[in-house]
């Protein structure tokens, strides 16, 4: 069992940055792959960012890639998302999940468990 909690999230004008943290419970931690995913009011959650078990593998999303940066210390428990040249269009809430598959999945069904979410808000 592993058990999620985000924060870092908050308000910010556009091209700002924020970093979020993920901190899990558990002795396990660095047996899964962590991810980032958002969503938006109306929209599907979209997934950001993962990174596999050992922080030596990552894989971003379209959307956010070369403007954020996916990390982990397992030694701290926790995963990093940071986030600079944010733009309106990312506002969302921000979730993270871990998974027990090997390498870096990015779809949402691959994960096990998953935090209650940051709201993260950019205005123009």
């Known amino acids: 069992q592993v058990h999620l909690v985000e924060s870092g999230g908050g308000l910010v004008q556009a091209g700002g940055s924020l970093r979020l943290s993920c901190a899990a419970s558990?002795?396990?931690?660095?047996?899964?792959?962590m991810g980032w995913f958002r969503q938006a009011p109306g929209k599907e959650r979209e997934f950001l960012a993962v990174?596999?078990?050992?922080?030596?593998?990552?894989y971003y999303a379209d959307s956010v890639k070369g403007r954020f940066t996916i990390s982990r210390d397992n030694a701290e428990n926790t995963s990093y998302l940071q986030m600079d040249s944010l733009k309106p269009e990312d506002t969302a809430v921000y979730y993270c999940?871990?998974?027990?598959?090997?390498?870096?999945?990015?779809?949402?069904?691959?994960?096990?468990?998953w935090g209650q979410g940051t709201q993260v808000t950019v205005s123009s």
């Open positions: 999940a871990a998974s027990n598959r090997n390498g870096t999945p990015w779809r949402g069904n691959d994960y096990d468990y």
């Open positions: 558990g002795r396990t931690f660095s047996r899964y792959a």
């Open positions: 990174v596999n078990w050992s922080g030596g593998a990552k």
